[in-house]
């Protein structure tokens, strides 16, 4: 069974750029998520989708971040303008569970991304 | 709210000594409760879980016990290998099936 793809792997942009992330869950699951991972700290959810609904974006920086899920697959995560503070690990994960029930959640091998 | 805490890192043990990483938690509700894995270069893998109190999550010689009484999730192995080098997280699902973290703990094993 293929894992949890994401593209790219790296990224180093300039403060005030645009960047945008892609996620490929596995195939069947109805859930997926977006984490932030900065350095030295565990991964902290951004926003978490039910197929193509939002179901949590309560942590998600909306005046800079966006992310989409169309379809209820792939989703992209974009910053929009990148500040010196982005720079992270940004991890997608799947699972198989609606909303409220108690899954494992699969991780994806992440987008590194610095922001000078 | 929902929190987790990790014993604080590095930690360095020799090959073949027992391994202990202390996790506790703050939650609302009854969590479930896991332990992932990072190897050097890799995402984040599923150790092991327990979805319940008393409940023993197990995988490639790790325990851990969920322990409600102590609000603990130890992590622990008998007898670590080199190969086990990785930054262990602890990890909590209050029940809305989404993951709150530990900082994480950098075990290296030398030979």
């Known amino acids: 069974e293929a894992g949890v793809a994401q593209s790219p792997r790296y990224k180093i942009i300039e403060k005030r750029q645009s960047v945008a992330f892609w996620c490929n869950p596995i195939s069947g699951h109805a859930t997926l998520y977006w984490y932030q991972q900065i350095l030295g700290q565990g991964p902290k959810l951004l926003i978490q989708f039910q197929n193509n609904g939002v179901v949590d974006d309560s942590q998600l920086p909306k005046d800079r971040f966006s992310a989409e899920r169309l379809k209820g697959v792939d989703s992209t995560l974009k910053i929009q303008p990148a500040k010196l503070e982005d720079s992270a690990v940004y991890l997608c994960a799947s699972s198989l569970a609606a909303r409220g029930q108690q899954e494992t959640q699969y991780f994806g091998p992440g987008t590194r991304l610095l922001v000078l | 709210g929902n929190s987790v805490t990790q014993m604080e890192g590095p930690v360095t043990l020799s090959e073949e000594a027992f391994l202990t990483i202390n996790c506790t938690y703050t939650a609302t509700g009854y969590p479930s409760l896991f332990w992932y894995v990072q190897y050097p270069g890799e995402g984040l893998q599923l150790l092991l879980k327990a979805t319940k109190a008393d409940d023993k999550g197990s995988n490639k010689g790790f325990e851990a016990t969920y322990r409600k009484e102590t609000t603990s999730f130890h992590l622990e192995k008998g007898s670590v290998q080199v190969s086990d080098s990785a930054v262990y997280f602890c990890?909590?699902?209050?029940?809305?099936?989404?993951?709150?973290f530990g900082t994480g703990t950098r075990l290296t094993v030398i030979p």
């Open positions: 990890a909590l699902n209050p029940g809305a099936n989404n993951l709150f």
